[in-house]
């Protein structure tokens, strides 16, 4: 089975500098997405980014951006210039593509990031 | 034009009274998802819908049934609520097929069941 990994409960960090948020994954699949969601106190759940396992680039989305080591099973987020708004629940998540479709997404723990003004 | 949309938004009611949360989409998905998020923010799947049949079931007490009546809409039925039932729950929907690629799940505002 399939699991997400996330070491850290809580993260804080300082208004405009960088921070790192860890995620490790377990599999034996070769094809799947990995995915960072965040978790505001509306708790809408917001997609941040997206990384298909079959492309060694890192993922990047304007001050997102994600260090993927497949061997490592590692997926880590990080958040540049850090801004108040991002303040909230950050969920790593695995889904598996079944080469063509995917299934439901396993979520790790979650990280609660602080941002201090 | 929300496009997974959840009835309600809180729900607090009496343990042991049976109720029901309700979603619906307007993307034209043909999968739609239930997930619980509980007390310390973990989320889990709890089943998964495709063209209106069961193609994934959790370990989730029997109290609880998903239906289908349409594509657009998963509804989740509880019977004789806990406390443990207490948490929110998530609908979500995506589309089972590759298009040009990754299909997106979209998650509904979720809906906030309290248990007295």
């Known amino acids: 089975a399939q699991t997400v990994t996330q070491s850290q409960p809580e993260m804080s960090v300082q208004e405009a500098e960088t921070v790192t948020l860890s995620c490790t994954y377990d599999?034996?699949?070769?094809?799947?997405?990995l995915f960072w969601y965040k978790q505001p106190p509306s708790r809408q759940m917001i997609l941040v980014i997206r990384?298909?396992?079959?492309?060694?680039q890192n993922a990047t989305e304007n001050r997102f951006s994600v260090n993927f080591q497949k061997a490592a099973k590692s997926f880590s987020l990080k958040i540049s210039d850090s801004q108040l708004g991002d303040a909230a629940m950050y969920f790593c998540?695995?889904?598996?593509?079944?080469?063509?479709?995917?299934?439901?997404?396993?979520f790790g723990k979650g990280t609660k990031l602080s941002v201090k003004p | 034009d929300t496009a997974v949309s959840q009835t309600p938004k809180y729900l607090v009611t009496q343990m042991g009274n049976d109720k029901s949360i309700k979603c619906e989409q307007n993307?034209?998905?043909?999968?739609m998802y239930w997930y619980k998020q509980d007390s310390k923010k973990f989320l889990k799947i709890m089943f998964s819908?495709?063209?209106?049949?069961?193609?994934i079931n959790e370990t989730v007490p029997n109290r609880f049934s998903p239906k289908s009546p349409d594509k657009a809409h998963l509804n989740l039925h509880i019977n004789s609520l806990e406390l443990g039932d207490s948490a929110v729950y998530f609908c979500?929907?995506?589309?089972?097929?590759?298009?040009?690629?990754?299909?997106?799940?979209?998650f509904g505002p979720g809906t906030r069941l309290t248990v007295l």
């Open positions: 979500a929907s995506s589309q089972n097929r590759r298009l040009a690629g990754y299909n997106e799940q979209f």
């Open positions: 599999t034996s699949e070769s094809d799947y997405y």
């Open positions: 990384q298909e396992a079959y492309k060694q």
């Open positions: 998540a695995y889904r598996k593509n079944y080469g063509g479709s995917q299934g439901n997404l396993i």
């Open positions: 993307l034209g998905h043909d999968t």
């Open positions: 819908y495709n063209n209106k049949e069961l193609i």
